[in-house]
């Protein structure tokens, strides 16, 4: 079985930074990219950014490109989320998901992912 935990979130203030964790259990992720996906209440789930499997490639929202950045550790069992500037609208639950993708590709479809975490809950206050 394949677990995806999350870990990081909380409250900040407008303009505040938060790293977010994903740590990834169950297998070798060596082949899998990274999401990161957030949702807000009362709205869908929207993708965040993505990396794939060797960290030579990274995708980002326009709505946080140039705040956030994603990253995956050496060993490519863990992603982290770092979010600098954070804003009112970044208020969400950020959910971490798994894609196997070996050819390097990354996706923003989240139908496209295998494996999600729990979440964790990110609010900033104005």
């Known amino acids: 079985q394949v677990q995806l935990v999350e870990s990081g979130g909380g409250l900040v203030q407008a303009g505040g930074s938060l790293r977010l964790s994903c740590a990834a259990s169950?297998?070798?992720?060596?082949?899998?990219?990274m999401g990161w996906f957030r949702q807000a209440p009362g709205k869908e789930r929207e993708f965040v950014t993505a990396i794939n499997w060797s960290g030579s490639n990274t995708y980002y929202a326009d709505s946080v490109k140039g705040r956030f950045t994603i990253s995956r550790d050496s060993v490519k069992t863990t992603v982290y989320l770092q979010m600098n500037s954070l804003k009112p609208e970044d208020t969400a639950v950020y959910y971490c998901?798994?894609?196997?993708?070996?050819?390097?590709?990354?996706?923003?479809?989240?139908?496209?992912?295998?494996?999600w975490g729990q979440g964790t809950q990110v609010t900033v206050s104005s």
């Open positions: 998901a798994a894609d196997y993708a070996p050819s390097g590709i990354v996706t923003t479809l989240g139908d496209d992912y295998d494996y």
């Open positions: 169950g297998r070798t992720f060596s082949r899998y990219s």
